[in-house]
């Protein structure tokens, strides 16, 4: 009886495994300690090992992957319907087991330490913004209960933290003023630390050439082109622009049955942060762009779509086309050829 096929449910310390054979019949059941997984897969022949795509798998992937096995990581979404009969950490490997042997199951490339240095950086931007945010609002609640406010916008905030330090006791009582300056000061150190992150991202941007003709694209900036860069990876792992669309979460949902097709908004599933960043990114391609808009085959169909649908759903749909238009770059090696006049229908 040789193992063919493993499960591996991994965790902080205590590690589960399955085993099974050629057949499907389970041949291994194992607890193991964290430091004991390497041992064991070095004495277990070269098979193939499936993880769920959470936290630390793509690092126990590359190690395991080191060890001259085949590892897949699967989405927990997917492999949730092969779990029997209660949550455990015994079934849940079992569960793994089993789903990475279906022939249609869908993986998760496995991401090297470079993309998810990149990914890392992303997210602590990602981070210290909305912790800005959540100061700026602060500020403004606690300045408003004394009548004073600023125009809405981040950079609007500079005329509270002007007022704020000035001296006059009549404007802000001086206890209220020594209390919202610690907000003050914590905001400019976020300013700082964000733009510390900015200048790390921009430097990756610059050194990846795929990230620069990605930038190229209309709504993708450097931010933008670095993150899809760093968690695509490959972009030929999608079968096709609308696969890649679909990951990202910017395609109807489907609800549809007895030949009715039914589609609703968009799915919001797979990345939530690409699908925030192009979605962004086409809102201010629509409301910045003026009459340059139509100087693109994309802009001019966003322009024609905007003239009988909300401007939402326009910028939603003109996110879709940029993501397919980031996949074929990415799949073709080519860079973007926008500013060729628009084809008549």
């Not at 449910?9 to 590690?15: G, L, S």
């Not at 090992?49 to 798998?57: F, L």
């Not at 430097?203 to 900036?221: D, F, M, V, Y």
């Amino acid at each position: 009886m040789q193992i063919t096929t493993i499960g591996l449910d991994i965790a902080k310390r205590i590690f589960q495994v399955h085993g099974a054979d050629a057949t499907g019949r389970a041949i291994l059941r194992r607890k193991l300690q964290r430091h004991d997984v390497l041992a064991f897969f070095k004495s277990v022949p070269a098979c193939l090992v499936g993880i769920e795509a959470c936290g630390t798998a793509h690092h126990w992937a590359r190690q395991i992957r080191a060890l001259g096995h085949e590892v897949r990581l699967l989405p927990p979404a997917y492999v949730k319907p092969y779990v029997k009969r209660g949550k455990t950490d015994a079934a849940d490997a079992e569960a793994i087991c089993e789903a990475i042997t279906r022939p249609s199951m869908q993986t998760v490339p496995v991401k090297s330490t470079e993309q998810q240095a990149m990914l890392t950086l992303h997210r602590v931007r990602d981070l210290l913004v909305r912790q800005r945010t959540m100061l700026i609002n602060a500020l403004r609640g606690h300045m408003a209960e004394f009548g004073i406010i600023a125009p809405q916008g981040a950079r609007r905030v500079g005329e509270l933290v002007a007022l704020l330090m000035g001296e006059d006791e009549t404007v802000l009582p001086a206890l209220a003023r020594q209390a919202l300056r610690l907000l003050a000061a914590e905001l400019h150190a976020l300013e700082q630390r964000i733009t510390q992150a900015e200048d790390a991202i921009m430097a990756g941007h610059k050194q990846n050439e795929a990230s620069r003709r990605l930038a190229a694209i209309p709504g993708i900036g450097p931010i933008t082109a670095s993150a899809i860069v760093a968690t695509v990876g490959d972009a030929a792992q999608f079968r096709s622009a609308r696969h890649f669309a679909a990951w990202i979460g910017l395609v109807p949902k489907q609800n549809s049955s007895g030949g009715k097709q039914r589609q609703g908004g968009i799915s919001k599933q797979g990345n939530p942060y690409l699908r925030r960043l192009l979605v962004i990114g086409a809102t201010a391609v629509i409301r910045h762009a003026g009459g340059r808009l139509a100087a693109t085959p994309s802009g001019a169909w966003a322009k024609t779509l905007l003239e009988r649908r909300p401007a939402r759903l326009a910028s939603v749909a003109l996110a879709n086309k940029t993501a397919r238009i980031a996949w074929a770059l990415l799949t073709k090696g080519e860079s973007y050829r926008g500013n060729a006049p628009a084809q008549p229908a």
